[in-house]
């Protein structure tokens, strides 16, 4: 098939990517693993020795690692539940025979494109604000006490953004998923007069099952690593309150100069993601070969 | 009768979805319109919807108290730049990959891919050490790099899917007709790739203008994009949420309208082709 002129050709072709993205990943990888071995702090860079595994035995014996591990999985589940949950209810509607379809679309896809500094100041201030901002009116107006968002329920605020975010990246997702289904499968079934539930159930469900997958698999990878929404609202407090393992391992290289410590915290985050990704890796290389 | 019924239902389900909608859209509305507020206005309780006095100062103040063109320019710079060189080197290896593959090819784009799910953490103490060392802290062409590493997997991703979408048969008849490896891909080749080369830059540089782990980690001002300027208001003084919006509204504006074309190619990038 190919010739041996087009094999060659796409060696070289394909080996620019191949050692940058190498250079990217692998070196600097390999560099976390070795800084992990290390007790090495910036504020004493002559001062480096080796230590082997202690890092990790200090990291995760940490009570903060714990809690970080915890909120990490917090954030992830619950973001998951409503952005999936709401996505698929949200496409369901969308899908609908409804008036203005294609308008709306844009409206309920727009709040993925919003950078997440903008999204999570936004939401902080102008929504989530005790005093001035629009939760605390409605609550008002409706005779209750206004909460005080990022001080009480500082991580469920951190979940309704990020929930925000990509809830319309899940309805996005499912609504091509459903749109794919034949129509004549759709009207058939409403001809035999087959219920709402079970038409759900039987043919809707199994249909997007492998798109609800998918979203699942790459939210989780993007969510065990958000970081700037957490940054601009709360910086990982109160205490430790919204530290996910991401933003605790930022605070121990960038304000506690620990390299090993903040490096043996960068391998367990990548430990988790992987686990994520070998399942996420599965799906997408059965796709390629068929 | 039947008719009318349908059309009854089609009424309360558009309603319904509208509600939902406006919504889930209406944060995004209320920025918009807050932008438009004195800072006064922008606080009062209860909140005022419509019916204020619209004002633009907001946007001359943005600028003039804090230079928001060096961001919006930064912005522009890194995420067209970026992707453009991200671009020249995934085309050919995408070509090659679509067209010349070997037993290898699959397992290399599975790689390839495997990057992209590495955590940002997980390499941030190196890079932030190499690019010290290297004055690459914020500097354009450090972070530029550091965008163009992020998204050169998914560029290589879709345009190889795009790629395998041409028909083989066009490419062995211009080979019979004697066309050269590089005719073969200027004249034959690229006019056929074009449409998915655009949306694939599209999904691209709307990727790299909403990047936040990185920009806000390696740029302080100099090369600092939008995202790290928006985030400047997270230590805010005095009243400061008309400013906000205003500073959000442009940060969002232009890349919302990109994103509302590119929804098709969204659903296909970002799910790696596993969802069409």
């Not at chain 1, 919003?114 to 939760?135: D, E, Q, R």
């Not at chain 1, 709402?196 to 997958?213: D, E, G, M, S």
């Not at chain 2, 004195?38 to 619209?54: G, I, M, Q, R, T």
Request: no cysteine; charged share 10%.
């Amino acid at each position: 098939m190919a010739t041996q002129q087009t094999t060659i050709a796409g060696r070289i072709l394909v080996a620019p990517s191949v050692i940058l993205l190498f250079a990217w990943m692998i070196v600097p990888l390999l560099t976390t693993l070795y800084f992990s071995t290390l007790r090495y702090s910036l504020l004493d860079p002559d001062n480096i020795s080796f230590v082997a595994l202690q890092n990790y035995s200090y990291f995760l014996t940490d009570p903060n690692f714990f809690t970080a591990l915890v909120n990490t999985l917090i954030l992830v589940g619950w973001v998951l539940v409503i952005s999936v949950g709401g996505g698929i209810l949200v496409a369901l509607l969308m899908d609908q025979p409804i008036f203005g379809q294609s308008i709306l679309r844009l409206m309920v896809i727009a709040p993925f494109f919003v950078m997440p500094t903008v999204s999570a100041l936004v939401w902080k201030n102008m929504m989530m604000n005790p005093v001035s901002g629009l939760f605390a009116w409605i609550a008002k107006s409706l005779g209750l006490p206004a909460i005080d968002w990022f001080t009480n329920w500082p991580m469920l605020s951190v979940i309704i953004i990020v929930s925000w975010q990509w809830l319309p990246f899940a309805s996005l997702i499912m609504l091509t998923a459903l749109q794919s289904l034949d129509e004549e499968q759709k009207e058939a079934a409403s001809l035999d007069g087959a219920r709402q539930l079970p038409f759900f159930f039987y043919i809707v469900l199994p249909h997007i099952a492998r798109a609800i997958t998918v979203v699942i698999l790459i939210e989780t990878i993007f969510l065990l690593s958000v970081f700037a929404e957490i940054l601009v609202t709360t910086s990982g407090g109160p205490g430790n309150a919204t530290t996910n393992i991401a933003f605790l391992v930022y605070k121990q290289a960038l304000l506690d100069f620990d390299v090993g410590g903040a490096s043996a915290g960068g391998i367990v985050a990548v430990i988790l993601a992987n686990i994520v990704a070998f399942f996420l890796m599965r799906i997408v290389g059965r796709n390629l070969e068929s | 009768m039947a008719l009318k019924q349908t059309t009854g239902k089609r009424v309360a389900m558009t309603a319904l979805a509208w509600a939902v909608g406006l919504l889930i859209f209406f944060p995004i509305l209320w920025t918009f319109l807050t932008s438009f507020k004195s800072e006064l206005d922008a606080f009062s309780v209860p909140p005022k919807f419509l019916f204020f006095h619209w004002t633009t100062e907001n946007y001359f103040e943005v600028q003039s108290r804090s230079n928001y063109l060096l961001f919006a320019y930064n912005s522009i710079v890194l995420s067209v730049g970026a992707n453009l060189v991200a671009l020249l080197i995934a085309v050919p290896a995408a070509w090659s990959m679509a067209f010349a593959p070997t037993k290898r090819t699959k397992d290399l784009l599975m790689w390839m891919l495997s990057t992209k799910m590495m955590p940002g953490v997980g390499v941030l103490v190196p890079i932030y050490l190499i690019f010290r060392n290297l004055h690459l802290l914020d500097n354009r062409l450090g972070i530029g790099f550091v965008l163009m590493m992020m998204n050169l997997p998914i560029l290589i991703w879709m345009l190889y899917t795009y790629f395998k979408e041409i028909p083989v048969d066009i490419l062995e008849a211009a080979r019979m007709d004697g066309a050269s490896l590089m005719s073969e891909i200027i004249y034959v080749l690229t006019p056929m790739a074009i449409p998915g080369i655009a949306s694939t830059m599209l999904l691209a540089i709307i990727l790299s203008w909403n990047e936040a782990f990185w920009t806000l980690n390696l740029t302080t001002s100099n090369a600092a994009p939008l995202t790290a300027f928006i985030a400047s208001y997270s230590a805010p003084e005095g009243l400061f949420w008309a400013k906000l919006s205003a500073a959000s509204t442009l940060a969002i504006a232009p890349i919302l309208v990109l994103g509302w074309f590119s929804q098709k190619q969204l659903v296909r990038g970002l799910t790696f082709g596993a969802v069409k």
